[in-house]
C-alpha cells in the first residue's frame, strides 16, 4: 500500500468555465480550484482531489487529471449537471465580471474523503462553503499542515463558520481585497495581524500580479510575481499559486519557516506558467525542469 | 577644495504644498521633487541642489535643508513666489487629485549649475520640463552615470525633447501609468523593453507600495517596497526613492548591476521612512543607523 500513499488531499470546486477576455473567448473548458490547485501540486507531490463532478463531465478533462498523476479515489460523479461558471475579463486583466454561476451538482455537494485521503499529513481546503470545510476537518487524522482558502462570499455570509474553520488551520490565504474585507483594515499588515488573532499562525495575502506577503506574528516574507510578457487567463492562478505552494511543501516533508519561503517560490512560478494558457492547457505540458529553470531566473531577478 | 566636491547634482523642482488625506490636512509645507530627491542623497554622499525658490521662500525650509548637508549654491531666489502645489489624497491614499498649481517663480526657471556641480560624477534629472533637463546635460562634464525622472505631462506635450534627453540618459525612472501612456503598452515588460529602445541601459519602473522593476535589455530585477503599518502621505515618494537611490551609487562610486541593485534598496528604504510623516518631517530625524537596520529588516523579509 506504501505506493499508494496521499501525501497531500485538496478539496474544492470543479468547474467548466466560460471565459472572454479582451482578445479571445473559450467555453466549457476546464476549471475549478480544486483543478488547479491539484495540477500545480501535481508537480511535487502525489495528490488526492476531492470534489464533485455532474455525469455531463467530459472524460478528456479526466483523463487530463489522471495524466497528471492526480489521485481521483475522492472525486464522486452526482446525477446532473457539472458546476459551471462564466465571466469577462476587462481591458487591464485586472478586474472581472461573473456573468453566470451555475450550482448543478455543487450545490448539494458533501466532500467525503476515501480513507487514505484522511492520513495524508497536508491539506488544502479550497475555496468552498466554510460549514464543509469543516466537514472535511472532521474526517482528517491530525494532518501536518493545514492550508484554507476562502472568499469575499463567505466573509459575508457566513463569518462564524469561517472563523471557526480558519482557527483550527495553519495558514489562510485570501486576496488583497478579501483581507480588507474580512477585517475592515486598508492597511495589509494591519490586516493580517487581525487575520492572525484568528488562530493560524501564517496569512498569505495575495496580490495578484503584484506578488504576495506571508505573515506571523514575528516576521513578514514578501514574494514578487514572476513577471511575464504577456499572459492569457489569469483564472486560477490564486489556485496554482496555493496548490504549486502546499505541493513544494509536502515534497519537503517539512513546516519550518525556511521550507515554507522555498514552496512560495515554486507556487509562484508554478502560477506563472498557469496563467500564460486558458485552463489547464499550460500545466499539462509543463515539467519538473521548466520549473526549475524558472525558478533559478526568478531568484536571480529577486536577489537583493 | 577637495572638501567642497559635490558627488551628485540633483536638479528638480521645489515648492510649497498644501496636502490633504483623509484624516489630516496640512498648509505650505516643504515640498517638490529636488527637495525630496535632495534629502534622500543626503544620507549617502555631498549633494548638491539645482532649483527655484521665490523671496517668499521661508528661511526655516532653508536651514532645513542646510541642516542635513545639502549643498544650495545651485539653488535661485528670484523676485516673486515660490511655486505651490495643493493636492488631495482619496480614501485609499492610491488616488490623488491635484486642486491648484500655481508655477511663479518655476514658469521662468532656468537651471544654471555653479562650476564644482557641473563635475559632479552623478547626475538626478528631476521631473521638470525636458528642455530644461537638456539645458543641464549642456553644462555637465561627462558625469559617470545619468538618472532621468519624468511625468506625463511632458509625455503628453514635448515627446520629441523628452526622447532626445532620455537618449543621453544611463536610466529612466518612471511610474507604471507613465511607462503605459508612454509606449502604449500594458505590459510593464514590453513597455520597459520599449523604452530601452530610447537608448537608457536601464529602465526603472516606480509601483508604489507595490515596489519597482529594474529592466535592461538582458535582466530584470524586482525590488519589494518596504511594509508598513501605516504612513501619512506619500507625496515625495517616488523623488526620495530615486534620490535615496543615486545617492547610493553615488557614495559607491560604481555603476555596475550589483552596485545599482544595492543603492536601490537604500532608495526603498529612505523613502518607506519619508511617507511615515508629512513632507521632509521624518527624513530630518533620520539617521543612518536607522536606515541600515531597516534593510537589514527589509533583507530577511525578501530572502528566497
Known sequence: MQDNNIDLTIVGSIGIDTIETPTEKREEILGGSASFACAAASFFTQTGMVGVVGTDFPQNYRDAWTQ????????QTVEGQTFR???VYEENMDNRRTLSTELNVFETFSPELPEKYREAPYLFLGNIHPALQLHVLEQVHNPRFILIDTMDLWINVDRPDL???ISKCNMLTLNESEAELFTGERSLVKAAHALLELGPEYVLIKKGGNGSMLFSKEEIFLLHAFPLDSFKDPTGAGDA???GFIGALAASGKTDLASIRSALAYGTIVASFGVEEFSLERLIRLDRKQIDERLNTFKKMCQL
Do not use: H, P, R
Not at 68 to 75: C, H, K, S, V
Open 163 to 165: 472563523e471557526k474553520v
Open 85 to 87: 461558471w462564466s465571466g
Open 241 to 243: 499559486f496555493a496548490g
Open 68 to 75: 497528471m498523476n492526480i489521485d481521483l479515489e475522492g472525486l
